[in-house]
C-alpha cells in the first residue's frame, strides 16, 4: 500500500512540472481537465488512426479474397460446351442426311446431375465470396463513420 502511495505521489509531481497541462488558472481542477482533454484527445486521435489503417487492410483483404474466389467459382461451373457441341453435331447430320433422318436427342439430358462432393464445394465457395463481400462492407462503412 505505502509503495502505490508514492507511485501515486511521484506520478502526481511528475504531472504538475509536466507542460502538458495547459495554465488557465492557478486552481488544480483546471489543470485537471485541460491535461486531461489533452491526454484524451492524443488517445483518440491514435486509436482512431490505427482503426482507418486496420479498416484499410482489411478492405483490401476482402478484396482480393473476393477476386481470387469468383475466379474459382467460374473455375467450378459446368461446361456447356460438350452440350451445345453435341447439338452443333445433330445440326450437321441433319443438313447432311436431310430432315427425315433426325438422330435421337433424348440421350441429351437437360440436368448435369452434380456429385454432392461438387454441391458442396460450390456452396461453400458461394458462402465465402458472401462473407467476403459482407467483410468489404463493414470496413467501407467503417471507414466511412
Known sequence: MNRRTNSLEQILDVLKGSTIAEE???DDNS???ATYKK???EYDDDFLGRANDDM???LTFAGLFSAVNSTF?????PNTGDTT???LLYLIQVTVNGPNSAPDITTLSSSTGFSSSTVWMQALAYASLAFSVLAAFGAVLG???
Open 39 to 41: 491526454v484524451s484527445t
Open 24 to 26: 488557465r488558472g492557478k
Open 31 to 33: 489543470k485537471f481537465w
Open 85 to 87: 457441341n453435341a447439338l
Open 56 to 58: 484499410g487492410i482489411i
Open 143 to 145: 471507414k466511412q463513420w
Open 73 to 77: 467459382i467460374v473455375g467450378m461451373q
